[in-house]
C-alpha cells in the first residue's frame, strides 16, 4: 500500500505545483509541521519559511505567507507565491533581506509585522548560506 498523498500548491495565478508526496514539512504559526499520508484533517496559516516536499527527490519552496488544508490524504497550499529554491540567486536573496531588515527597523510597525519580518529575514538568511 503506498504511503504517498496528493499535495499541490497554489498561486492566485498559477498551480505552481501538484505532486505525490510522502512526506511534507510546512512553516506554520504553530511551528514547523509535518504532514504524512493520513494525518488528521486541519487548517493553518503559513508563516515565512520553506515548505519541503519529500519523495523520490525532494523539492524545497521558499513561501511568505498562505493557508493550508490537508483532508482525505489531499494537501492544498493557498498562497501569493511559493518559490523554488532553486531559482534563488545570491544578489536577489540580499535584496530582499536588505529590503526586510529595513522594514523591521521601521518603529511604526507593528508586532505581528516584527514576527512576520524577523522569520522572513532568518529564512532568507540560511537559504543565502
Do not use: C, W
Not at 14 to 31: A, D, F, L, W
Not at 45 to 51: K, T
Amino acid at each position: 500500500m503506498s504511503e504517498k498523498f496528493t499535495v499541490e500548491i497554489i498561486s492566485p495565478d498559477r498551480s505552481i505545483i501538484k505532486t505525490e508526496s510522502i512526506e511534507v514539512r510546512i512553516p506554520s504559526y504553530e511551528g514547523e509541521m509535518g504532514i504524512l499520508k493520513d494525518h488528521i484533517s486541519l487548517i493553518t496559516f503559513l508563516r515565512p519559511g520553506i515548505i519541503t516536499i519529500v519523495d523520490d527527490k525532494v523539492m524545497k519552496f521558499f513561501v511568505e505567507e498562505g493557508t493550508v488544508e490537508f483532508a482525505n490524504n489531499n494537501l492544498l497550499i493557498l498562497t501569493s507565491s511559493a518559490d523554488e529554491l532553486s531559482n534563488f540567486k545570491k544578489t536577489s536573496l540580499e535584496t530582499l533581506i536588505n529590503e526586510a531588515e529595513k522594514k523591521f527597523e521601521n518603529e511604526k510597525i507593528t508586532d505581528k509585522e516584527k514576527y512576520l519580518l524577523s522569520y522572513k529575514i532568518e529564512t532568507l538568511k540560511n537559504i543565502s548560506q
